[in-house]
T-cell receptor, first 115, second 116 residues
């Protein structure tokens, strides 16, 4: 069975600083995707970044990057130069690349960026 | 990208009523989903349809019934609403099979359902 664990319910960071959100997962699949979604107070679910498990290179999207450690089943999100608009819930998710393509989401980390 | 359109955004109704939430996606993706997000923000999949075929049906009360009249629509009907049904419901599309398997999932804006 797939599981996704986010062990940090809440975090805060000063504006312009860097913060790392943790995520670990478990899957028996060989081929899968990992995602980070952001949910601001507006409640929209916004895709931040994704990583294909067979790719060793860590994905980056502007100020967002991941540290993907496949053997450790770890997929952390680093936000550089934090901005007030980054304040949101962040969800880590995994999805196998076969079968039902079912997404499993973690319980989320509430990030607050402080001015 | 307004790929997933969900209506209504807010739905307030009384216990025991029957209601529907509509979802439409405009990018021709085969796979659509319904999720429930509870008051603790926990997001859980309810259903998934691929090309009008039910693929995932989690342990959801049978008062909840998805209806997919065509590939672009996946509506959620809820009968005999209960207090515990209060939540935000998200429709999503994407991550289909075949050549579109690498597409990420995109969500609608959610429907906040409040049961009085």
């Amino acid at each position: 069975a797939q599981t996704v664990t986010q062990s940090q319910p809440e975090m805060s960071v000063q504006e312009a600083e860097t913060v790392t959100l943790s995520c670990t997962y478990d899957t028996s699949e060989n081929n899968y995707y990992l995602f980070w979604y952001k949910q601001p107070p507006s409640r929209q679910m916004i895709l931040v970044i994704r990583q294909e498990a067979y790719k060793q290179q860590n994905a980056t999207e502007n100020r967002f990057s991941v540290n993907f450690q496949k053997a450790a089943k770890s997929f952390s999100l680093k936000i550089s130069d934090s901005q007030l608009g980054d304040t949101a819930m962040y969800f880590c998710a995994s999805r196998p690349n076969s079968g039902t393509y079912k997404y499993i989401f973690g319980t989320g980390t509430r990030l607050k960026v402080l001015a | 990208d307004t790929a997933v359109s969900q209506t209504p955004k807010y739905l307030v109704t009384q216990m025991g009523n029957d209601k529907s939430i509509k979802c439409e996606q405009n990018l021709g993706h085969d796979t659509m989903y319904w999720y429930k997000q509870d008051s603790k923000k926990f997001l859980k999949i309810m259903f998934s349809y691929n090309n009008k075929e039910l693929i995932i049906n989690e342990t959801v009360p049978n008062r909840f019934s998805p209806k997919s009249p065509d590939k672009a629509h996946l509506n959620l009907h809820i009968n005999s609403l209960e207090l515990g049904d209060s939540a935000v419901y998200f429709c999503a599309r994407g991550a289909g099979r075949g050549p579109r398997h690498n597409q990420p999932q995109h969500f609608g804006d959610g429907t906040r359902l409040s049961i009085l």
